[in-house]
């Protein structure tokens, strides 16, 4: 059983960047598809990036470059980077972790969420303009 707490989330203006963080207790292990996810008011659930344990990643399509991943191993910590955010990237963030194979299944457009067991609580970003 993994537990995972997001943090970082934070209104911002458009254009401003974020760093989220979410945290993996008692780790992540050593195989795994961990990733972030966004869900908009009155909007379902869809994916932002994933990586595995190997350290490969996939982006959506809409991050268009502003968003990166850092894993720190030491730590169990998954971080985003997100860089010029927009008022479209408004939505609660939160991270999920489980098997490894389901990075090779699903791309970060095409994921399906809940094929992931292991969610945080999640973490607010507002994006104004």
């Known amino acids: 059983q993994v537990g995972l707490v997001e943090s970082g989330g934070d209104s911002v203006q458009s254009g401003g960047s974020l760093r989220l963080s979410c945290a993996a207790t008692?780790?992540?292990?050593?195989?795994?598809?961990m990733g972030w996810f966004r869900q908009a008011p009155g909007k379902e659930r869809e994916g932002v990036a994933l990586?595995?344990?190997?350290?490969?990643?996939s982006y959506a399509n809409f991050v268009k470059g502003r968003f990166a991943l850092s894993l720190d191993n030491e730590k169990n910590t998954l971080s985003l980077q997100m860089n010029n955010l927009e008022t479209e990237d408004t939505a609660i963030y939160s991270c999920?972790?489980?098997?490894?194979?389901?990075?090779?299944?699903?791309?970060?457009?095409?994921?399906?969420?809940?094929?992931?067991?292991?969610w945080g609580q999640g973490t607010q970003v507002t994006v104004s303009s």
């Open positions: 999920a972790i489980d098997k490894k194979i389901l990075c090779s299944y699903y791309s970060a457009d095409d994921v399906i969420p809940n094929r992931f067991n292991y």
């Open positions: 008692p780790s992540t292990g050593a195989s795994y598809c």
């Open positions: 990586i595995n344990s190997d350290g490969v990643t």
